[in-house]
């Protein structure tokens, strides 16, 4: 069973690829089988139709949704931005759902966030659920969220709940 872990910040100190890094972690030590995908590596521009036309899907793109396609699981850690999804995501989505092939239908997909806020990010996850609905993924029915995120929530995030979490849809 192999898990694509994908982030949806590409800050520096972005609070969803530390616990992306604590879902790891977990992943690692319960020995599931998992590939690290850098938020960088994502470099998912703002759909356009007319660079679409003019030059295809970007190459990012592509590796991404071959690395979609290959993957058994896939973790998206995701902010929220005004109750919404990382436009980052969405744009991930837009771009690899351009692919043939339908890389997202049947996928198994399991949401998760960090937000200093007090939901956690749990309404963007929401959201993201409804836009992986008609891509034809199944999306797993337990989000793990981290509201009041830092570096101490984060790791104090209990880890059964975490190996439940990852354990979705095996
Ligand atoms: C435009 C914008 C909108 C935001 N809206 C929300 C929100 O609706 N809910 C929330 O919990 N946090 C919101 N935040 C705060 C983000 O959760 C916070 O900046 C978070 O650290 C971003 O994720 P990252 O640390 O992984 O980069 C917003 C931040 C920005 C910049």
């Not at 319960?30 to 994502?42: G, I, P, S, V």
């Amino acid at each position: 069973m192999s898990i694509l872990f994908i982030g949806g910040s590409r800050r520096k100190e972005s609070l969803n690829t530390k616990l992306k890094h604590r879902l790891v972690q977990v992943a690692e030590k319960h020995t599931f089988d998992f590939e690290l995908l850098d938020a960088d590596a994502l470099d998912a521009p703002i759909y356009h139709g007319d660079h679409e036309q003019a030059e295809g899907v970007p190459k990012a793109m592509q590796q991404l949704a071959k690395a979609v396609a290959a993957a058994d699981k896939v973790v998206l850690v995701s902010p929220e931005y005004n109750a919404s999804v990382s436009p980052l995501i969405k744009n991930a989505i837009d771009w690899t759902s351009r692919v043939d092939g339908q890389v997202w239908k049947g996928k198994k997909v399991l949401l998760a966030a960090a937000s200093p806020g007090g939901l956690g990010g749990i309404r963007g996850l929401s959201h993201l659920r409804d836009i992986l609905g008609n891509v034809q993924a199944w999306t797993a029915p337990l989000f793990a969220c981290c509201p009041n995120a830092n570096d101490e929530t984060i790791a104090a995030m209990d880890e059964d709940f975490l190996t439940n979490f990852l354990s979705q849809g095996d």
